[in-house]
């Protein structure tokens, strides 16, 4: 899943991009509230971690944008500011979740796990599909009973077919789900980390749409 991360505090950004880089997420670091807009314009992601306190335009104008440009994707707000108006604020701006600075990391995993699930309309933690089951806050899967060990990119690319189930998933889209701005990818990286997926799983689990791309089989 790609995240995008708005905040001008440097030592904060290094330590939640570093965090969330370790739990497999790709993440996309901008520093002001007009980079925020630029960001989100032109990439599909699929969450942003947003502070209020931002140079130029702060969080609530970015948020106020964001949902008059009809877009759905869930903002959780993190800010030192505590006050009860402060949150009331920004959740009737369009804001989804709040947390307050100082925050733990393992809580901010938590609410984006929590996030992720609601905006994909799933309640139960643990993704089930068939014989595959998959436990996002461990990133442990299963398949027919059995432990699989995977790669980083092979479990943020299982993860996303699993999400939605059915659909059919274009390379490109699968590219911007897995990668962040300053990776350099392949030509045939995905096809590669989908040949890696059907050795460990089966060759039937991911089916090739022909020119169009891949899914994740019912």
Do not use: C
């Not at 009331?88 to 938590?110: T, V």
């Not at 701005?181 to 039937?204: C, F, P, Y």
Request: glycine residues 6%.
């Amino acid at each position: 899943m790609r995240i995008l991360l708005v905040e001008d505090d440097e030592m904060i950004g290094e330590s939640v991009v570093a965090g969330l880089e370790s739990e497999d997420y790709a993440v996309d670091w901008v520093k002001d509230g007009d980079s925020a807009l630029i960001a989100m314009n032109t990439t599909p992601f699929s969450l942003v971690i947003l502070d209020l306190g931002l140079p130029g335009k702060d969080g609530i104008q970015v948020i106020r944008e964001l949902r008059a440009r009809r877009n759905p994707t869930p903002i959780l707000v993190t800010t030192a500011r505590d006050t009860v108006d402060d949150r009331i604020r920004g959740l009737d701006s369009g804001a989804d979740d709040y947390l307050i600075k100082p925050y733990d990391l393992d809580e901010l995993s938590a609410r984006i796990r929590a996030l992720l699930r609601r905006s994909a309309g799933r309640a139960d933690p643990i993704i089930e599909r068939g014989e595959l089951r998959i436990s996002p806050a461990t990133r442990e899967v299963t398949y027919r009973g059995q432990p699989v060990i995977l790669s980083s990119k092979e479990y943020a690319l299982l993860a996303a077919l699993a999400e939605r189930q059915g659909v059919v998933w274009s390379r490109s889209q699968l590219e911007e789900k897995l990668y962040n701005w300053d990776n350099t990818v392949g030509s045939n990286a995905i096809e590669v980390h989908i040949h890696h997926l059907r050795k460990k799983l089966s060759d039937s689990a991911i089916k090739t749409v022909r020119g169009v791309g891949y899914l994740l089989e019912t």
